[in-house]
Each structure stands twice: as structure tokens, then as C-alpha cells.
């Protein structure tokens, strides 16, 4: 037998009863359209998750102070809460090798006014490293030098929502050109605001985006009140590999400026955002494949549907196979043709599930943030498994109908 | 003369655990090429047994059937496959066509399984057409939408796409009326008589075995009568 008869055979066959054939396929256009949108959704989320972390600056290495603890006392007070960290301790960092920059930061959320406008934000005392080490641009303007560090001098940069916080309104989108040159009062002290960041789309927490960046020396003089206090010291490593390395380092370095032996009581703790990154990408990951699996589920069910119908149809055709063995038809020839007609119904149901997928992935990314990733790798994937489980499903009624005894198939009432 | 089929001793006995039940008890005939043989028997004696042993459909648990001069009584089921694909054409009772294909797909069939081009196919399919007296303005019609002599007729032309050694009709008037019965019949005898094709009629009816050239008797397994048939029945066609 020909391959195109073969091909001719299966088409005229599956078309006979368009109904039962679309509902059967509808289980396998089911279960592929879920493992693509699904896993669409969950690698989407991934890179989502992975660029947002990413954003927050390259090989960063990010060390805050540890618990507060009284002494004698188990109350903790929280991370980040002890003063422990000084600019000695950054200086010093700075001098390691494997170190490319080093960025010391005061923070505390203050109000901030301007004309009667007013916001309640974070307020960031920074150096000119800042930028470099977190991956902030500015949009206009400029960014805190080394000189308004050294002459205290009492500028500020501010964030995109800062700006339209202060200087937009309900109706009118701010500009940058708005607030370069004006004067904002931060905790009664006024500043000339000389730079604008570009937005990062943060959101959170963290959001660089509705910051306020001031002079560190500023900061810790009149806003703080503490020269020695850091809230956090951001340490970028020359490359990604050096960067376990520059971890141990520092670690070393400050239990010994502290005077501590047992690394179990150090008074800081460092964050590596590789490991941040990467417990973020398995989170993600497993997520995934949870929900690649739900999907897969249903492509087992539509699979066993598959079976259902090749049973009935096997049955209901068994003159059909007696008569085509009579004229010749081998074995092989039977099994073939039922074989085929089964992968045809997966392939085709693979087919239509990839695009509905890939729809449902379309629309799920236009509706929310999700930006949804259609891998290569996943329409191969479910090519492979709709063929996979035609063969699968239909091997057991493609063998029972070449099994038939045509004397028998040919009396079959 | 040329011997299609030849039968020497040829016994079946079915084994139903252990229960063993002779149906066929030592059949000894032969059938030389160009003959129109009726296989004649009630229900019961072993007439379909042999019509599925001489169709290469089953094989003789003893004696040796040699068709168009190969002994093919021990082949296994894909080598009998191949013998009846190349030597034997089939008529059943029941038609046995594709209800949702056309005509001429249903006669094309047996030439799929040899692997024919398809306009090499459709070809040999009109031919056969033609040869069974089918009208040409059916031949796009489905299988399903034409009358019970029609569907016979389909499968006559369908049994001689292969160019076989042997047509074998099994009660091939069993299940039409006598008026189309009659033209399936003439059918079968012009293309004996005008086409030289071999014919082996298995009938329970001594109407329709008349209209053979030569009738087999047989009854509880044994050949009763082998002879020629004298008052040849030749079918009307006034009604064609």
C-alpha cells in the first residue's frame, strides 16, 4: 500500500463521521491548547520574575545590618535594624579585589513637599556609585557627584512617580523640565532638585521609581543624624563568576572589623542575588511544570477518548476489515491504517491545540502583565506528544483489527 | 486444459476443546480454467467450509488444494493474503462495499492493496465496470444511495480489478430479489462466456446452481454428485 492511499484511506475514513471525529479530537485540542498556554504563561512569568530581579543591577551583592539584639536578651528587633555597618566597613569593602564598585546607603521615608504638594517616600542617601551598581539612568538632569558628597551640598534627584507625585497633577502628566532647578523640602530642609531617573517599572516594596536621592552626607547630617549609620551597602562584583568569591570575602573582612569569631553571630547579612535569581527560577519552574502537568492530565483523558472511539470504530468496521482482508490486505496493512487514523486525530488535534494555545496565550498576555512566551521547544514538544500518544492510544484497536479473522469479520452482524 | 483448482482429499475438522467436529471429510475435485462450477448444499454441509478453503480464507487441516497450480494448503495468513489478492476475486451475499465512497473507490480497492498508481487504477476500475454491465452515469454515486442489484454488480466489477485466476460468489443472489437476482446472474454468465473467466458459485438453491455449466453436490462433508449440467438455465435480460 502506498503512502498517499494510506493517507487517502484515513482521510475519507475520519471524515465519515465529522461529528464523533471532532469531539474526539476535542480532547486532544484541549489538552494541547492547556500545556501551551499554560506553560506560555508559567516561562513568561519566569522571564518576567528573572528581568525584574535583574533590573535591580548586575552582580549585586547587597549587605544589611543584622538583628538588633539586647543584650541578654533573645527579643530580635528585626532585620536590617542594628547599626552596624559604617562607611569604614564600605571603604574597606571597596578595596577587595573581585570588587568593580561599591555604593553605601542611608535611607529613611520622609515627607517631602512642594507647593503644597506633598509625598511620603523613601529618601536615599547615596554616592555617585549608586547608579553604576543598581542600573539607574537618569532621564534628564544629573545624578549626585563625589563634590556634592564632599561640600554636603543640598541637591536631590527624584524618581519618576516622585515627580508626577509633586509636580503633575490629576490631569497633567509632569515633566522632568518641571522639576529641574525647583526647590523640594525634605524633613523641613530644602533641596534643588537637578536630575530626574528614568523609570525601572518597578513596583513594590523597593520601587526605585518613587525614590528620592540625596547626598549621603546629606542624608546622615540632617535628615538621619547619625555619620557612622548605614542601611545598606551595595557591593557589584566584576563579573558573575567572582562573585561567591567576593561574598566569602566580604564576610571574612567584616566579621573581622567587628570582632566577631563564630560566623553564626555575624552582625550583617549578605544577599547574592544570583541565589535570588535562582530561587526565584526554580519557584517559577516548579510552577510550570505543576501546571504543565494539570494540562497533561487532560491530554491523558483526550488520549483514552482517542482509544474509545478506535475501540467502537474498530467494531463497527469489522466487515469493512474482513472484506479489505479478503482482498488481499495484510496485517500490516490494518494495522497501519488504523494506526494511522489515530495519530491523524492526535496530529490534527495537536495541530488546532497549538494555535487555540497559542491564542489563549495571546490573550491571557493582552488582559495582564504576563508576558507570555511561546517556546519552540513547546510546540515540539506537543507535536511529539499528540503523535506519541496516537500511536499509544491507537496501537492496542489498530492491532485488535488486523487480529480479526476475516471469515469471522465477514459474518460479523 | 489448464486446472485452476485442484482438491485432493481435502478435510477440516474444527477442534472446539476437544470436541472435534468434522466438516468436511475428503473432497476431491478439480475445476479447469474457464469453467462456470456451482458448489450446490443445504446449510450444514460444509459448502461455506470449502467456499473459505478454496478462497484461500482458511486452510485444510488435511489433503493438499492446489490453486492455479501452487499448493497453498499450509501458507500463513499474510502469504494467503497475497494468493488471494493476486488469483481470487470475491462476491459475498452481502456486497460488503465502502458505504461512503464512490462507486469506482469501491472498485479500485484490491488494486490499492497492490500498489497501483491512481490513474492506473481508475483505469482498470472502468474497465471492470464496463465488463459488469455497470451504467457509467452511477459511477460517482456512493456505494449507499444505489440499489441492491447495483451494489452486486459493484462487486462483481470489484472482483475482476485484480484480474484474478477465480471469481468466487458466494451466494451472490442471496440477498436481492429474483428480478435482480436474475441480472447478477446474467451477469456472471456473459462474462464466462464472453470474457472466459473461471466462476465457482456457492448456492444453496438448485434455481440459481442451474445456471452454472457444471453443479458440485455436497452434503455432510462429502462430494455426493459431480456432474454437468444439462438443462442450463440461461438468465432472462429482457429486464435489464
Keep these: 500500500m502506498k503512502t498517499e492511499d494510506l493517507f487517502e484511506e484515513t482521510l475519507l475514513a475520519i471524515t465519515v463521521n465529522k461529528v464523533r471525529t471532532g469531539l474526539t479530537m476535542l480532547g486532544i485540542v484541549i489538552g494541547i491548547a492547556s500545556v501551551i498556554a499554560l506553560t506560555a504563561i508559567g516561562q513568561g512569568a519566569q522571564g518576567m520574575i ?35 555597618l559604617t562607611p569604614d566597613d564600605s571603604n574597606a569593602i571597596a578595596s577587595l ?5 561599591v555604593s553605601p546607603e542611608a ?51 527624584i524618581g519618576p512617580t516622585v515627580l508626577q507625585d509633586l509636580f503633575g497633577s490629576s490631569i497633567a502628566t509632569a515633566t522632568p523640565d518641571m522639576a529641574i532647578g525647583q526647590t523640594i523640602r525634605i524633613k523641613n530642609v530644602d533641596f534643588t532638585v537637578v536630575g530626574v531617573t528614568q523609570s525601572k517599572g518597578g513596583s513594590g516594596f523597593n520601587n526605585q521609581d518613587d525614590m528620592v536621592f540625596v547626598p549621603l552626607t546629606v542624608a ?128 490534527g488535534g495537536g495541530i488546532i491545540g497549538i494555535v487555540v494555545g497559542w491564542i489563549a496565550a495571546t490573550v491571557v498576555s493582552s488582559l495582564t502583565s504576563i508576558t507570555t512566551i511561546i517556546s519552540l521547544s513547546s510546540i515540539l514538544l506537543a507535536f511529539g506528544v499528540s503523535a506519541g500518544i496516537g500511536i499509544l492510544f491507537g496501537y492496542y484497536p489498530a492491532v485488535r483489527a488486523a487480529k480479526l479473522n476475516p471469515i469471522e469479520a465477514l459474518r460479523y452482524e | ?46 459448502k461455506s467450509t470449502l467456499m473459505h478453503i478454496i478462497g484461500a480464507l482458511d486452510t485444510p487441516t488435511g489433503g493438499e488444494y492446489y490453486l492455479d497450480g501452487k499448493d497453498i494448503s499450509k501458507l500463513s495468513d499474510d502469504d494467503l493474503a497475497d494468493i488471494r489478492r493476486e488469483k481470487i476475486g470475491f462476491v459475498f451475499q452481502a456486497f460488503n462495499l465502502l458505504p461512503r465512497a464512490t462507486v469506482l473507490r469501491n472498485v479500485t480497492l484490491p488494486l490499492i492493496y497492490e500498489g497501483v498508481a491512481k490513474e492506473k487504477r481508475e483505469e482498470i476500475a472502468k ?32 472482483a475482476l480489478v485484480n484480474n484474478p485466476a477465480l471469481i468466487l460468489a458466494d451466494e451472490p443472489t442471496g440477498n436481492l430479489d429474483s428480478k435482480t437476482g436474475e441480472i447478477v446472474l446474467h451477469t456472471f454468465q456473459s462474462l464466462n462466456e464472453e470474457g472466459k473467466k473461471t466462476i465457482v458459485l456457492i448456492t444453496h438453491e438448485a434455481y440459481v446452481a442451474e445456471h452454472a455449466d457444471r453443479i458440485i453436490h455436497i452434503l455432510d462433508g462429502n462430494i455426493v454428485r459431480d456432474e454437468r449440467n444439462k438443462n442450463k438455465r440461461m438468465a432472462k435480460t429482457e429486464n435489464l
Design chain 1, 97 to 101: 579585589s573581585g570588587v568593580e564598585a
Design chain 1, 50 to 84: 528573572q528581568s525584574s530581579i535583574q533590573s535591580l543591577g548586575s552582580n549585586l551583592l547587597v549587605i544589611i545590618p543584622g538583628a538588633s539584639k539586647t543584650f541578654g536578651s533573645t527579643v530580635s528587633a528585626g532585620l536590617g535594624s542594628a547599626e552596624t
Design chain 2, 127 to 158: 474497465q471492470a465496470l464496463r465488463e459488469s454491465a455497470f451504467p457509467e452515469g452511477f459511477w460517482q454515486h456512493h456505494s449507499n444511495q444505489l440499489s441492491g442489484g447495483m451494489m452486486q454488480r459493484v462487486a462483481i466489477a470489484r
Design chain 1, 220 to 347: 546622615q547630617h540632617f535628615l538621619i543624624g547619625s555619620s557612622q549609620y548605614l542601611s545598606e551597602i551595595d557591593v557589584e562584583a566584576q563579573s558573575q563568576q567572582v562573585m561567591t568569591q567576593v561574598q566569602n570575602e566580604i564576610t571574612n573582612l567584616l566579621l573581622q572589623r567587628h570582632g566577631i569569631s563564630n560566623p553564626q553571630n555575624a552582625d550583617f547579612n549578605i544577599i547574592n542575588q544570583a541565589d535570588i535569581v535562582a530561587a526565584a527560577s526554580s519557584v517559577t519552574g516548579t510552577f510550570t511544570t505543576l501546571l504543565a502537568a494539570i494540562a497533561g492530565i487532560s491530554l491523558l483523558v483526550g488520549g483514552i477518548g482517542i482509544m474509545n472511539m478506535m475501540l467502537t470504530t474498530v467494531t463497527e468496521r469489522t466487515r469493512e476489515i474482513g472484506l479489505r482482508k479478503a482482498i488481499g490486505a495484510k496485517k500490516k496493512d490494518i494495522t497501519m491504517q488504523f494506526l494511522t487514523e489515530a495519530v491523524m486525530l492526535t496530529f
Design chain 1, 107 to 157: 535611607s529613611g521615608r520622609y515627607q517631602i513637599i512642594y507647593n503644597g504638594s506633598n509625598t511620603q517616600t523613601n529618601v536615599l542617601g547615596v554616592v555617585s556609585a549608586y547608579p553604576q551598581v543598581r542600573d539607574l539612568q537618569v532621564a534628564q538632569g544629573r545624578f549626585i557627584t563625589d563634590s556634592d558628597n564632599n561640600s554636603s551640598a543640598r541637591v536631590a534627584v
Design chain 2, 1 to 46: 486444459m489448464r486446472q485452476i483448482i485442484e482438491c485432493r482429499d481435502i478435510r477440516k475438522t474444527y477442534d472446539n476443546s476437544g470436541v472435534k467436529t468434522p466438516v468436511l471429510k475428503g473432497v476431491t475435485f478439480s475445476i479447469a480454467e474457464g469453467e462456470f462450477v456451482a458448489i450446490m448444499g443445504p446449510s450444514g454441509s460444509g
